[in-house]
Protein backbone atom coordinates (compact mmCIF):
# COMPACT_ATOMS: atom_id res chain seq x y z
CA UNK A 1 0.00 0.00 0.00
CA UNK A 2 0.47 3.52 -0.13
CA UNK A 3 -0.14 6.72 1.89
CA UNK A 4 -0.54 10.05 0.80
CA UNK A 5 -0.59 13.33 2.49
CA UNK A 6 -1.42 16.32 0.12
CA UNK A 7 -0.07 20.04 1.27
CA UNK A 8 -0.15 23.90 -0.24
CA UNK A 9 -3.73 24.78 -0.71
CA UNK A 10 -4.89 28.15 0.52
CA UNK A 11 -6.50 31.38 -0.77
CA UNK A 12 -5.43 33.17 -3.47
CA UNK A 13 -6.49 35.73 -6.07
CA UNK A 14 -7.48 35.05 -9.33
CA UNK A 15 -4.29 35.21 -11.85
CA UNK A 16 -2.31 34.42 -8.54
CA UNK A 17 -0.62 30.58 -8.02
CA UNK A 18 0.31 27.52 -6.00
CA UNK A 19 2.08 24.83 -5.39
CA UNK A 20 0.48 21.44 -4.25
CA UNK A 21 2.89 18.56 -3.04
CA UNK A 22 2.04 15.24 -2.37
CA UNK A 23 3.87 13.14 -0.27
CA UNK A 24 4.37 9.20 -0.71
CA UNK A 25 4.90 6.40 1.37
CA UNK A 26 4.80 3.20 1.80
CA UNK A 27 5.41 0.98 -1.33
CA UNK A 28 7.93 2.15 -3.92
CA UNK A 29 6.50 5.14 -5.25
CA UNK A 30 7.97 4.82 -8.67
CA UNK A 31 5.71 1.68 -9.04
CA UNK A 32 2.68 4.20 -9.27
CA UNK A 33 1.11 6.28 -12.03
CA UNK A 34 -0.07 9.72 -10.09
CA UNK A 35 -3.06 11.69 -10.46
CA UNK A 36 -4.39 15.04 -9.47
CA UNK A 37 -8.37 15.56 -9.22
CA UNK A 38 -10.60 18.01 -7.89
CA UNK A 39 -13.98 18.35 -6.32
CA UNK A 40 -16.44 21.63 -6.30
CA UNK A 41 -19.57 21.46 -3.95
CA UNK A 42 -22.14 19.74 -5.72
CA UNK A 43 -19.75 18.58 -8.68
CA UNK A 44 -18.77 15.19 -9.22
CA UNK A 45 -15.06 14.39 -8.45
CA UNK A 46 -12.91 15.75 -12.16
CA UNK A 47 -9.40 14.58 -13.34
CA UNK A 48 -7.26 17.85 -13.55
CA UNK A 49 -3.87 15.51 -15.07
CA UNK A 50 -1.73 12.39 -14.41
CA UNK A 51 2.14 11.14 -14.16
CA UNK A 52 3.77 8.58 -15.68
CA UNK A 53 5.77 6.01 -14.10
CA UNK A 54 9.49 7.25 -14.86
CA UNK A 55 7.68 11.11 -15.36
CA UNK A 56 8.24 10.95 -18.81
CA UNK A 57 4.77 11.05 -19.81
CA UNK A 58 2.07 13.84 -18.60
CA UNK A 59 -1.57 14.31 -19.33
CA UNK A 60 -3.92 17.08 -18.35
CA UNK A 61 -7.30 18.11 -18.74
CA UNK A 62 -8.48 20.84 -21.04
CA UNK A 63 -9.29 22.80 -18.42
CA UNK A 64 -6.40 22.98 -17.17
CA UNK A 65 -3.31 22.59 -19.89
CA UNK A 66 -0.79 25.46 -20.10
CA UNK A 67 -1.66 26.94 -16.86
CA UNK A 68 -0.77 23.51 -14.41
CA UNK A 69 2.55 21.43 -14.67
CA UNK A 70 2.30 17.92 -12.59
CA UNK A 71 6.18 16.73 -12.14
CA UNK A 72 7.39 13.99 -9.77
CA UNK A 73 10.59 13.87 -7.36
CA UNK A 74 11.37 10.09 -7.14
CA UNK A 75 14.28 11.02 -4.41
CA UNK A 76 11.65 12.84 -2.41
CA UNK A 77 8.64 10.48 -3.50
CA UNK A 78 6.74 13.72 -4.12
CA UNK A 79 4.51 14.24 -7.24
CA UNK A 80 3.99 18.17 -7.29
CA UNK A 81 1.19 20.06 -9.01
CA UNK A 82 1.81 23.86 -10.21
CA UNK A 83 -0.68 26.01 -10.62
CA UNK A 84 -0.42 29.16 -12.45
CA UNK A 85 -2.99 31.98 -13.36
CA UNK A 86 -5.39 30.72 -11.42
CA UNK A 87 -9.58 31.21 -12.07
CA UNK A 88 -12.25 31.30 -9.47
CA UNK A 89 -13.79 27.91 -11.27
CA UNK A 90 -10.41 26.26 -9.82
CA UNK A 91 -11.87 26.38 -6.82
CA UNK A 92 -11.84 22.94 -5.07
CA UNK A 93 -10.69 20.63 -3.13
CA UNK A 94 -7.44 18.79 -4.70
CA UNK A 95 -6.72 15.33 -4.53
CA UNK A 96 -3.72 13.23 -4.95
CA UNK A 97 -4.03 9.93 -6.33
CA UNK A 98 -2.42 6.42 -7.15
CA UNK A 99 -2.64 3.83 -9.32
CA UNK A 100 -0.60 0.65 -10.47
CA UNK A 101 -3.03 0.71 -13.36
CA UNK A 102 -2.17 1.95 -16.79
CA UNK A 103 -5.96 3.64 -17.33
CA UNK A 104 -5.56 7.63 -15.39
CA UNK A 105 -8.87 9.41 -16.48
CA UNK A 106 -11.15 8.18 -13.94
CA UNK A 107 -11.23 8.62 -10.17
CA UNK A 108 -12.24 4.62 -10.21
CA UNK A 109 -8.66 3.88 -11.91
CA UNK A 110 -6.87 4.80 -8.42
CA UNK A 111 -6.60 2.72 -5.63
CA UNK A 112 -5.24 5.03 -2.91
CA UNK A 113 -5.90 8.57 -2.25
CA UNK A 114 -5.25 11.36 0.05
CA UNK A 115 -7.47 13.46 2.21
CA UNK A 116 -7.16 16.10 -0.06
CA UNK A 117 -6.31 20.20 0.22
CA UNK A 118 -8.85 23.45 -0.45
CA UNK A 119 -7.72 25.70 -3.03
CA UNK A 120 -9.96 28.46 -3.28
CA UNK A 121 -9.62 31.52 -5.93
CA UNK A 122 -11.26 34.72 -4.86
CA UNK A 123 -12.26 36.73 -8.26
Known amino acids: QVQLVESGGGLVQAGGSLRLSCAASGRTFSSYRMGWFRQAPGKEREFVTA????????YYADSVKGRFTISRDRAKNTVYLQMNSLKPEDTAVYYCAATEKSRILEPSDYDYWGQGTQVTVSS
Open 51 to 58: ISRSGGST
